[in-house]
């Protein structure tokens, strides 16, 4: 039996998201992890991590999704074996820490002969997600659980995204590996040291975020475009960048990208680009150095 979850991106409102203000954030469907659970003896194979993991060691945020689950579906005994793959790299700011758990739990689901709700597999996901980031926002484990777009406001409730007219996001993908954790640690750390400031560019990321929902629930996203290079500047504020994300974002400005700017906790990872052709686009990220290239659609 195989289960599966999707990546994500965040359009507009990393990092400020951890701090109370709100985040646009919606699913890749054509991303995904994937866990094939069988027969076995307790142990998780995941080789895109060149790992093997022992269910027993519950510290182990993917033995942790599959012993969560367990308990929610009322199983007692790990008699069966699960087998991660899939085609969203780690690290990169594509929410593959959260979709690796909600596909585990997932496929014990099915094991169990139990389906769980999207704010079941949220919940369970949001305490793997401590272990991966330390302080999470809760918006990757939110978005991969429901594979809807999301309005998020950490502690507030849900809110699903209308899309108003579709449109072209490529994502670029540096190759460097960027730790969601370490980037939120820094962001935290300055935050504390300048909370005038900083909490200053969280507050005009929040108002970014909230102009974003209105232009994305009408029918002009080309005015996304804008905001986004506005978002990309106080990111480098913040200092969460990165000198492969700033090659990317300078690249797909230069072949017609309407906006451009970092998606997730930075320090590498992926880079996003509105389009209204993706073609070049595309064409040039690879040409200045994207380990790789993927176009999604957003609300369709």
């Avoid at 992890?33 to 993917?62: C, F, T």
Wanted: glycine share 12%; charged share 20%; hydrophobic share 40%.
């Amino acid at each position: 039996m195989k289960a599966s979850a999707c990546g994500k991106i965040i359009l507009f409102g990393e990092h400020s998201v951890v701090y109370g203000q709100p985040a646009i954030a919606v699913p890749v469907s054509g991303l995904r992890i994937y866990a094939n659970i069988s027969k076995g003896k307790g142990k998780i194979y995941d080789p895109p991590m060149g790992e093997v993991i022992d269910m027993a060691d519950r510290k182990n945020p993917l033995a942790m999704a599959a012993w969560l689950a367990m308990e929610k579906a009322g199983k007692a005994g790990a008699d069966f074996d699960i087998r991660i793959s899939g085609d969203i790299p780690p690290y990169s700011g594509l929410g593959s820490g959260a979709a690796v758990c909600v596909a585990i739990m997932r496929a014990v689901g099915m094991w169990a002969g139990r389906e769980f709700s999207p704010e079941e597999l949220a919940g369970m996901s949001y305490e793997t997600e401590k272990v991966f980031h330390g302080n999470p926002s809760g918006i990757d484990n939110t978005v991969v659980s429901y594979e809807e777009p999301v309005y998020f406001v950490r502690g507030k409730p849900i809110e699903m995204l209308r899309i108003g007219k579709p449109f072209t996001i490529v994502i670029g993908d540096t190759g460097v590996k960027g730790s969601t954790k370490e980037m939120v640690a820094h962001v935290g750390k300055l935050l504390k040291e300048s909370p005038d400031k900083y909490n200053a560019i969280m507050g005009h990321m929040g108002e970014i975020a909230n102009s974003a929902r209105e232009i994305i629930e009408g029918d002009s996203p080309a005015k996304l475009g804008p905001l986004m290079d506005e978002n990309q500047e106080l990111l480098r504020e913040l200092g969460v960048s990165h000198k492969s994300l700033e090659r990317l974002i300078a690249a797909a400005k230069q072949a017609g990208a309407l906006g451009a700017k970092l998606a997730g906790g930075g320090g590498g990872g992926n880079m996003i680009a509105l389009a209204n052709d993706a073609m070049p686009v595309e064409a040039a990220l690879l040409n200045a150095g994207a380990k790789r290239v993927f176009t999604t659609m957003v609300g369709k």
